[in-house]
């Protein structure tokens, strides 16, 4: 069983930053892949990072390439999100998740365990 826990969330202006993290429990975490998705009111949840065990590979939606970084701190359990040059459209809950399988996907259904959510709103 893996427990994750988001925090990071906020409210910030167009244009700025956040950084988001993710403290998973679990010995085994470092063999995880890891992946952050969103949700925005009335949408279906979306695929925004995934990063593999090792951290040696990544994949990002088009939507944020190029403005948001996943890395990963496997001493710590810890999963990040850097997000900059946010945009409205940005606005969401932002989940982390945990896939028993080691390599990146951007697959909902690939993921095993899921923390609870942080807000992130960003105004124009």
């Known amino acids: 069983q893996v427990q994750l826990v988001e925090s990071g969330g906020g409210l910030v202006q167009a244009g700025g930053s956040l950084r988001l993290s993710c403290a998973a429990s679990g010995r085994t975490f470092s063999s995880y892949a890891m992946g952050w998705f969103r949700q925005a009111p009335g949408k279906e949840r979306e695929f925004v990072a995934t990063i593999s065990w090792s951290g040696g590979s990544t994949d990002y939606a088009d939507s944020v390439k190029g403005r948001f970084t996943i890395s990963r701190d496997n001493a710590q359990n810890l999963v990040y999100l850097q997000m900059n040059r946010l945009k409205p459209d940005d606005t969401a809950v932002y989940y982390c998740?945990?896939?028993?399988?080691?390599?990146?996907?951007?697959?909902?259904?690939?993921?095993?365990?899921w923390g609870q959510g942080t807000q992130v709103t960003v105004s124009a």
């Open positions: 998740a945990a896939d028993r399988n080691p390599y990146t996907t951007n697959d909902y259904n690939e993921y095993d365990w």
